[in-house]
């Protein structure tokens, strides 16, 4: 069955470092996500990615968050200046249209101490 | 942003009972509807979609009233494994999928 692939699958960084995660998604997907859970709390969502450009964003993704999809496989979210309130669980999803549900990878867990 | 609830539970329940949960939804033009299962510091992972007629797989079955604006989601025989938090989802398309907050699920023997 195919998968979503997130690396690293755990993080830990100093306050104020920038952090990038990789996420891969399934090859035929049209449109990709991030999501956020903070330990005990819902799933948030970030950002979403279509057609090589960000189709809608949270108030969460502020001007510290950006994605790339540098080539045709990789989808990556940089946070350029983490902060302590960063930390959490990172998902990436993809969908080929979203009638048939999401694909989540299996995260990154963020730490910023 | 359009808003999805759900009760938090935590549901208790024993082994072979049956369990429903309810979630509602805001947005009246949402098309796609989806129970996700959650285990502890897991990623979501899809349990079914739910169809306009209502739709069964195994001891699971999911409903859609478009007319209230709520999906449910009902575990026949429950067992120990299906202890998770279940997560409704709606989205569909290039609409952002909305997760609720989850109900959290324990079979107990």
């Known amino acids: 069955e195919p998968e979503v692939t997130q690396t690293p699958s755990h993080q830990v960084t100093q306050m104020g470092q920038e952090v990038i995660l990789r996420c891969v998604p399934i090859s035929n997907h049209l449109y990709f996500y991030w999501y956020r859970q903070i330990l005990g709390q819902k799933v948030e969502f970030l950002v979403s990615?279509?057609?090589?450009?960000?189709?809608?964003k949270s108030e969460i993704f502020d001007d510290q968050f950006s994605v790339e999809r540098p080539d045709g496989s990789n989808f990556t979210l940089k946070i350029r200046s983490t902060k302590l309130e960063d930390s959490a669980m990172y998902f990436c999803?993809?969908?080929?249209?979203?009638?048939?549900?999401?694909?989540f990878g299996s995260g990154t867990r963020l730490t910023v101490v | 942003r359009k808003e999805v609830e759900q009760d938090p539970g935590p549901f208790n329940v024993p082994e072979g009972a049956t369990v429903a949960f309810n979630c509602t939804y805001s947005n009246s033009a949402s098309q796609s509807f989806f129970w996700y299962r959650q285990d502890c510091r897991k990623e979501p992972k899809l349990l079914m979609s739910v169809y306009s007629s209502g739709n069964e797989d195994g001891r699971f079955t999911a409903q859609l009233n478009r007319a209230s604006q709520y999906i449910s989601l009902l575990i026949r025989d429950s067992k120990l494994s299906d202890s998770a938090t279940y997560l409704c989802v709606v989205g569909g398309g290039s609409y952002i999928p909305t997760f609720g907050r989850g109900t959290s699920l324990i079979v107990h023997p």
């Open positions: 990615f279509y057609n090589n450009e960000i189709s809608e």
């Open positions: 999803a993809s969908t080929g249209t979203g009638n048939y549900g999401y694909t």
